[in-house]
């Protein structure tokens, strides 16, 4: 009698822990995942995933999921997104970025290198103002994020230690639009931005080392042989001249044909383009 009821009193034990065990798996499996918040949302751009920028644009708070356009051109990226038609000040915007492809200021404002196509009308650049850049200073090495909005005109800075953070520039800018143009429903029709090219320029006292120098001459030897350049003066200032030329040669034709854009701007450049198809 007593074997009989330990043998009930251990299949009753028996039952009850196996359901507890089931009642805590289904518990478990019908907990919802604890997902953490991110306060600020962000805009996330990049030609991979495993390259990925970040950034928000504080100008563009009014748009819940902007389409970003992301081109990769000689292996350089550059994205566009957040185009607006703004019809009272009559003037087109878009946010541009690029991830730096080097420790030095590139820019892409070459006036005619920037167009917007509207219909059979195209829009040359007329300005922009950064949201965002970073800069890394030739005097202390230190690389610094400005952040720019409109209770900071000179820009909030923060210098850069996590040495993951991609370094990236970020602007907006405008085009002024015809009264042909604002008169037409734009809405839904595309326009085409492009963008021709990125280019620096060295930094103050450094124009003129050796490397650009023979960099210079190795690029006009490819187009025109016997003309020799020096560092020299131009006026009052430092410049890469000419010093020497065959008598039948016009070097400086020669020179604007090779460096159209001037002698380091073109030394220094990426050539596209990058074109966006945006819609209003």
Same mark, same amino acid.
């Given at each position: ?117 509207? $219909? ?33 005109? $000179? ?126």
């Amino acid at each position: 009698m007593n074997n009989t009821k330990k043998a009930l009193f251990l299949s009753i034990s028996l039952i009850l822990c196996f359901m507890a065990a089931a009642c805590q798996k289904v518990e478990t499996a019908a907990r919802p995942e604890i997902l953490s918040t991110v306060p600020n949302p962000q805009v996330t751009f990049a030609d991979s995933s495993v390259n990925a920028v970040f950034a928000q644009d504080s100008q563009s708070s009014e748009i819940n999921d902007p389409d970003v356009h992301t081109v990769v051109v000689n292996g350089q990226s550059f994205s566009a997104w957040d185009f607006r038609v703004n019809r009272d000040t009559k003037r087109a915007s878009v946010v541009v970025s690029f991830n730096l492809p080097s420790n030095e200021d590139w820019v892409f404002h070459l006036r005619e290198g920037v167009r917007l196509t509207i $219909g059979d009308e195209t829009f040359f650049i007329r300005g922009g103002g950064p949201l965002l850049t970073y800069v890394r200073s030739p005097r202390d090495g230190i690389l610094r994020k400005i952040s720019f909005d409109n209770d900071s005109v $000179g820009g909030v800075v923060e210098v850069v230690t996590d040495p993951q953070e991609v370094p990236v520039r970020i602007d907006r800018i405008y085009f002024d639009l015809s009264d042909q143009i604002l008169e037409q429903d734009l809405t839904g029709q595309p326009m085409k931005l492009v963008i021709d090219s990125l280019f620096y320029r060295p930094n103050e006292g450094h124009e003129y080392d050796d490397e650009y120098l023979a960099s210079a001459q190795a690029r006009l030897d490819e187009f025109q042989k016997g003309i020799v350049l020096a560092c020299g003066s131009s006026g009052f200032s430092q410049a890469i001249v000419v010093q020497q030329k065959p008598a039948d040669i016009d070097a400086d034709a020669v020179l604007a044909s090779v460096f159209p854009h001037g002698i380091f701007v073109d030394l220094n450049m990426i050539h596209g383009p990058w074109e966006f198809i945006l819609q209003p």
